[in-house]
């Protein structure tokens, strides 16, 4: 099950349909972790496994940042800076939140 449910997160994502590829790498984790509940994957498969969702798992988040940026990130809001492509400097990607003031001490 593993190995069909990963062929088709790869399928969806050749087709460009990143939320469906990223449903099948789910639930590669749960049958990852039902196999790895009932001791069926020996301890140098597990690297193997967790390897090979990871992989998939960037692929899929490329893939959904590259779509998003094709429409202009329609959901970003204009607070956030306004951006419309990706910053050069990926530390910069934190959202800073506005700070408050401390209370003060009779609070």
């Known amino acids: ?21 990223y449903d099948y790498i789910l639930r590669c984790s749960h049958t990852f ?7 069926a994957i020996g301890v140098t498969e597990r690297a193997s496994y967790f390897g090979r969702m990871r992989d998939l798992t960037r692929q899929v988040a490329r ?9 202009g990130f ?21 959202l800073r939140l506005p700070t408050s003031p401390e209370p003060s001490a009779g609070d």
């Open 63 to 71: 893939l959904y940042v590259e779509q998003r940026e094709e429409m």
């Open 33 to 39: 972790n039902l196999l790895d509940a009932r001791g």
């Open 1 to 21: 099950m593993y190995n069909l449910y990963e062929a088709e997160a790869r399928s969806a994502m050749a087709r460009g349909l990143v939320i469906p590829a």
């Open 74 to 94: 329609p959901f970003l809001k204009p607070q956030w800076g306004g951006q419309t492509s990706l910053p050069a400097n990926p530390k910069s990607r934190a």
